[in-house]
């Protein structure tokens, strides 16, 4: 990137919304590259711990330049992987519907506020796009500004009875970065046809504890 700071339309994009779609970023080789070694892996995650080449080319992503500036522009320097990559859509949990996320109540280690022009973003997601989604395909769905509401998210639309209009199905094109707040509400709608790939990769800011790790006694700890 040839510029220190993210532009005033940026910072009030994410401010507001929750989220930044960045289209574009990689090009097409490099998605044709990564839907080949999905290909031959066959898998939806561990990607990081694959043979190589296949491995470089995920481990690549966790130092493309633009992902790593916009990162340090918003979480700030010493953020971390906190959930290795895996396909969305394809993992445990993911076709239970409704949503996640919410900053009411505030738990500190994975909220978002600005306060006299400091900001922190303790959580956040990045998502590749490796294929088109289309409108009305499934996959990434969020409540805009959400992130930072300071009122109890209603049960039916956590769980998916009620939408109540508020639900947005993100559409993207092979190669697009969207950049989600942690505490943006957030989940996953079920593909209307063939499961598209949308590769995720879970951040976290310094200092800040959001899973618990795939340790002996993690669940205790």
Not at 134 to 151: D, R
Request: aromatic fraction near 8%.
């Amino acid at each position: 990137m040839d510029r220190q700071m993210m532009s005033n339309e940026e910072n009030y994009a994410f401010d507001v919304a929750g989220y930044l779609h960045l289209p574009g970023i990689l090009g097409k080789e490099l998605v044709g590259a990564l839907n080949e070694a999905l290909d031959e892996v066959g898998e939806s995650e561990g990607m990081l711990g694959w043979p190589q080449p296949q491995r470089a080319l995920f481990r690549d992503l966790l130092i493309q330049p633009q992902l790593v500036w916009y990162l340090n522009q918003l979480m700030g320097h010493g953020f971390r992987l906190d959930r290795a990559p895996r396909l969305l859509g394809l993992g445990q949990g993911d076709d239970r519907g409704g949503l996640a996320g919410g900053d009411e109540p505030r738990n500190p280690s994975r909220a978002y506020y600005i306060q006299n022009g400091r900001r922190c973003t303790a959580a956040l997601r990045a998502i590749w796009a490796l294929e088109d989604v289309e409108e009305g395909a499934g996959g990434v769905q969020v409540v805009q500004a959400s992130h930072k509401s300071n009122v109890a998210t209603p049960a039916d639309l956590l769980s998916g009875v009620d939408d109540m209009s508020l639900v947005k199905q993100v559409a993207f094109e092979a190669g697009d970065l969207f950049l989600l707040a942690g505490t943006t509400l957030q989940g996953f709608r079920a593909w209307t046809k063939e499961p598209r790939r949308l590769l995720v990769f879970d951040y976290a800011a310094r200092a800040m504890i959001q899973s618990k790790g795939p340790g002996p006694g993690a669940d205790a700890d």
